[in-house]
Nanobody, 126 residues
Framework: QVHVVESGGGMVQAGGSLRLSCVASGSSFSAYAMAWFRQAPGKEREFVAATDWSGGSTYYAESVKGRFNISRGNTRNTMSLQMSLLLPEDTGVYSC???????????????????WGQGTQVTVSS
């Protein structure tokens, strides 16, 4: 059984920072890409950031480039998202995902990932 668990959400003022963490267990995640998606109330889920299985390649949504940084831990089954200069529009439920995307483009897609956490709330106040 595969489990993906997020932590680190919370409430912060605009301009502040938060760090999200994700731990995956139950399988050999050294070969899995990991990603963050988010969903704001009344909106579609959207891609935020991803890292390939090695941590050597990272991918970001245009809206978070330069503000967010994704990284994998030494054990490869952990992953973090450092979020800085947060904006109210960053508010949403952030979900961690793990999987084996077939292509570079698949790293940006919901369908590229097989395992999902339950999500953690991030609220940015203006």
């Amino acid at each position: 059984q595969v489990h993906v668990v997020e932590s680190g959400g919370g409430m912060v003022q605009a301009g502040g920072s938060l760090r999200l963490s994700c731990v995956a267990s139950g399988s050999s995640f050294s070969a899995y890409a990991m990603a963050w998606f988010r969903q704001a109330p009344g909106k579609e889920r959207e891609f935020v950031a991803a890292t390939d299985w090695s941590g050597g390649s990272t991918y970001y949504a245009e809206s978070v480039k330069g503000r967010f940084n994704i990284s994998r831990g030494n054990t490869r089954n952990t992953m973090s998202l450092q979020m800085s200069l947060l904006l109210p529009e960053d508010t949403g439920v952030y979900s961690c995902a793990a999987g084996r995307p077939w292509s570079t483009e698949d790293h940006y897609r919901y369908g590229g990932y097989s395992y999902w956490g339950q999500g953690t709330q991030v609220t940015v106040s203006s």
